[in-house]
């Protein structure tokens, strides 16, 4: 059996905060396991103990009991941190360089030199979208450039595992739409990637399996469709049903057993009206309707 | 909580070693003239709270050369009490720099001294006179205590010299500084010639101080200056030597 | 091409051999450290600010021409002196003071650290920024002061050359000879230096303290209290080692401060030098020694204070 992408053994994490008595519990007794090319949603409200075993999986912070693994390597190891790439929340990179600097820089971190860092930043700048902003100061940077800035950085090195956390908070639709393209794209070359976040409704777009952190405590776990199917319902959508039809599907599930809940048009969600209405054309200009 | 008390361990482990080390290179500096001031209470009476923290800081030269263009201003309003206690200031920062004790007993012995004995509001000549000396004596106070900090070098004992030759008219001392000096590494080579002529005007130690010209005059040439004939063959006479012994004729011709 | 068709032509690279590729000891990382923190440190503005100021007060020592040459060259060599002394000092406190903390604050520290760097590096390689600023800072002052000085020189030697112009050649040689020596001394060269490895103690000694500060401003006081303490540490430590009949407190206090601060004094020995106090090998090699020796010492601390910090 191969070794997962991250194990999680038992680990509980104490904060002990000086001058009180009591001390924080941010993490108790948690096990997870994610496998190597899924995508993971550690999902939870604020201080429900998501940053915080992030970081203890990259070895950030230390457990008070447990252990946490990448690729079968301890977190506490530096050599784990060679597998793994880092999106943290609102990072805030060095705002004098520019992109391509960044990317450098953080290549150079990661043992790249010469020729082979330079494509790899170009690679980088041209999957995240950031070609034409490579000699623009991070100073100028919107959100959603900064995200995908950090996005490249934490790939630098080819990680095979990539943690995000909070990846799109803040960030605009058409950024947050960015973002998610290239998690699933980074999903289909086969990289895991670890994700927290409090915007159920996008997690719910890309995860593969969610873990729900409540005050420190795993409460829910497993695969996303299984978790949030109603178990004893089933939706149909049907494109240019005629009235008659309509109304012969409705008699037909009043004579079985069957009760019917709900029947309505089909909705398109807000966010694609959204991005559809700012969509902008080839030149630039916002399309009028 | 472990790694506070590991790091106090290291700094109280460091700081046990570092102790005598650190004392050892405090001797081998004031062994070799550095680190000559001493920071206590006596000198931040002196120089005051702003001063003495700036001094005590590294900016101890800074201080001095602020204290010394206050002199300098002084000096234009011939306050010569406020020179003293400014230069008195000076040295106490400064006591490795020769300028300072050096131009300190030069405004003593020299320019207040003058002014002293030509002070229009004072009618008695006795009383200007003694004034004067006593600038002198402050004059000769500052080459003393700056050679007793500076002894590895001859320039405060030169100063020394022609103040006793200038002004206390005092030969033998002079010559002897005069000699201090030019037994000292970097004395320029006049410093021997001045110890022998200023012996030369000794009463009683003609034959020492024919002797010491003469084996000047024997090294060569560059010793054979016009001054140094001039007083072999003034000593000579004095001493009535036989002719065989004198020095040539002929450099009474270059004498002239 | 949209982003994404391009995106799926991406080869991963050398997936296999990752795990080859990493180094318990890179100097090739803890130099990208190096050169990005003095990037970061020339955009401080204090920076700039200390750095024209040290310029204007070695400029304006040209303005001294109203004394005597030796007089003058005394004034000027210890105005510059001092301003590359205090620059150096003030930089080394200031500049690193922020290092840590603002990394920490601003969770650049997060990007760093979860890359494959050892603590230990990227705290070699902060530190590292900030004495190769502080050497460029004092190779350019230095330049400055030397500028000056020569220049000042040669215009009081021209003026003499003038003034003596129907004199004995011998007696001309003996004058430039004076102006030269009251001029240039060879053994500022080594006082420069030791002023350069004072500044270094404190930088490590910044880093040191800013591991457990809980703010820039506490570091910074805490360091102006380590200054002031620290040139007093000699007059403590000798008062200490002799037996006096002082009180258990006072000794005690005495103790403290011999044992945990570093005896700054050592450091300033270029008044003494630009004076004509001579520096023999012996009293440069040692000085400079327990220069380093505090500097490594301090910089390990932080990274042994660092190592064990929660982020």
């Known amino acids: ?289 | 909580m472990m790694r506070t008390v590991a790091v106090l361990g290291v700094l109280i482990a460091v700081g046990t070693l570092k102790l005598p080390i650190e004392s050892n290179l405090a001797a081998l500096h004031r062994q070799e003239h550095f680190r000559g001031v001493e920071f206590n209470l006596d000198l931040r009476e002196k120089i005051g709270q702003l001063g003495f923290i700036a001094a005590l800081s590294g900016f101890r030269a800074m201080v001095a050369d602020a204290l010394f263009i206050q002199a300098f201003a002084a000096w234009e309003n011939t306050e010569w009490g406020r020179m003293l206690l400014l230069f008195r200031h000076i040295t106490t920062l400064q006591p490795r720099v020769l300028l300072f004790w050096d131009t300190a007993a030069w405004h003593m012995a020299w320019n207040a001294s003058v002014a002293a004995m030509n002070d229009q509001t004072q009618p008695r000549l006795a009383l200007r006179v003694k004034a004067q000396r006593e600038y002198f004596a402050l004059g000769k106070d500052f080459l003393e205590r700056g050679i007793k900090n500076n002894p590895d070098r001859p320039d405060l004992y030169e100063a020394l010299a022609r103040l006793y030759k200038e002004k206390y008219k005092d030969h033998e001392r002079a010559s002897e500084y005069y000699a201090k000096a030019a037994a000292l590494p970097g004395a320029p080579t006049f410093d021997r010639r001045f110890s022998a002529y200023e012996l030369s005007y000794c009463e009683g130690r003609e034959r020492e101080a024919y002797e010491r010209l003469r084996r000047l005059y024997d090294e060569g040439p560059p010793e054979r200056l016009p001054t140094l004939i001039k007083r072999l063959k003034f000593l000579e006479d004095k001493l009535g030597m036989p002719q065989e012994q004198r020095i040539p004729d002929k450099e009474d011709k270059i004498a002239k | 091409m949209t982003d994404a068709e391009h995106a799926s032509t991406l080869q991963p690279f050398n997936a296999s051999t990752s795990a080859k590729r990493y180094r318990p000891f890179s100097f090739s990382r803890i130099y990208a450290i190096t050169i990005n923190t003095v990037t970061e440190l020339t955009r401080l503005k204090v920076f700039y600010v200390l750095l024209i100021f040290a310029l204007l007060l070695i400029g304006s020592s040209i303005f001294m021409a109203q004394f005597s040459f030796q007089q003058e060259f005394q004034i000027l060599k210890d105005v510059s002196l001092g301003a590359i002394s205090l620059f150096t000092s003030l930089l080394a406190i200031v500049a690193t003071a922020r290092l840590l903390p603002q990394d920490i604050e601003d969770r650049t520290v997060y990007t760093i650290l979860a890359k494959p760097v050892p603590r230990l590096e990227y705290v070699l390689g902060k530190i590292s920024g900030v004495l190769l600023l502080l050497a460029i800072s004092t190779v350019v002052m230095g330049a400055a002061f030397l500028l000056v000085l020569y220049t000042r020189e040669q215009a009081v030697m021209h003026a003499t050359l003038r003034q003596m112009s129907g004199a004995p050649p011998d007696q001309v040689a003996d004058a430039m000879r004076t102006i030269r020596s009251s001029a240039f001394n060879i053994d500022i060269f080594p006082g420069i230096v030791i002023i350069y490895l004072k500044a270094c103690l404190l930088a490590a000694l910044t880093l040191f303290v800013s591991t457990f500060a809980t703010s820039n401003i506490f570091t910074i006081v805490v360091m102006a209290f380590i200054y002031f303490i620290g040139h007093l540490q000699a007059t403590a430590r000798d008062y200490w080692l002799q037996e006096h009949s002082s009180g258990l407190v006072t000794r005690v206090f005495l103790a403290v401060v011999a044992l945990f601060f570093p005896d700054l004094q050592a450091f300033n020995l270029v008044d003494d030098i630009v004076a004509g106090t001579a520096i023999s090998l012996a009293v440069f090699a040692k000085t400079a020694v327990l220069g380093v020796f505090y500097t490594v010492i301090y910089t390990l601390l932080a990274a042994f204070v660092f190592y064990g910090k929660e982020l």
């Open chain 1, 1 to 289: 059996m191969t070794n997962p992408a991250v194990a999680v053994h038992g680990l509980t994490k104490i904060f002990s905060v000086p001058f009180h008595r009591q001390s924080i519990v941010a993490v108790k007794d948690l096990n997870l396991r994610i496998e190597p090319g899924e995508v993971y949603g550690l999902l939870g409200p604020n201080g429900s103990g998501k940053s915080t075993t992030l970081k203890i999986i990259l070895g950030l912070v230390s457990p008070t009991r447990g252990r946490t693994e990448i690729f079968g390597r301890d977190s506490r190891l530096v050599e784990s941190r060679e597998a793994v790439g880092f999106l943290p929340e609102n990072p805030y990179f060095y705002k004098y360089l520019t992109g391509k600097e960044t990317l450098l820089f953080f290549g150079r971190l990661c043992g790249l030199r010469g020729a082979k860092l330079k494509n790899r930043v170009n690679e980088l700048l041209d999957l995240v979208g950031l070609s034409k902003a490579r000699n623009r100061r991070l100073g100028t940077y919107s959100k959603g450039m900064l995200q995908r800035i950090g996005l490249a950085q934490a790939l630098i090195h080819d990680p095979r595992l990539v943690v995000l956390d909070e990846p799109t908070a803040g960030v605009d639709p058409a950024g947050s739409r960015e973002i998610r393209d290239l998690i699933l794209d980074l999903k289909q070359r086969g990289i895991t990637v670890l994700l927290s976040s409090h915007l159920l409704a996008q997690a719910q777009e890309i995860c593969d399996r969610v873990g729900i952190l409540a005050d420190g405590v795993l409460v829910r776990e497993g695969h996303l469709q299984e978790l949030i199917a109603i178990e004893n319902q089933t939706e149909f959508v049907i494109a240019d049903a005629s009235d008659e039809l309509v109304r012969e599907i409705e008699s037909f599930v009043n004579r079985s057993r069957a009760k019917l809940i709900e029947r309505r048009k089909s909705t398109t969600t807000l966010e694609r009206l959204f991005l559809e209405a700012t969509a902008k054309n080839d030149e630039g200009v916002t399309k009028q309707k």
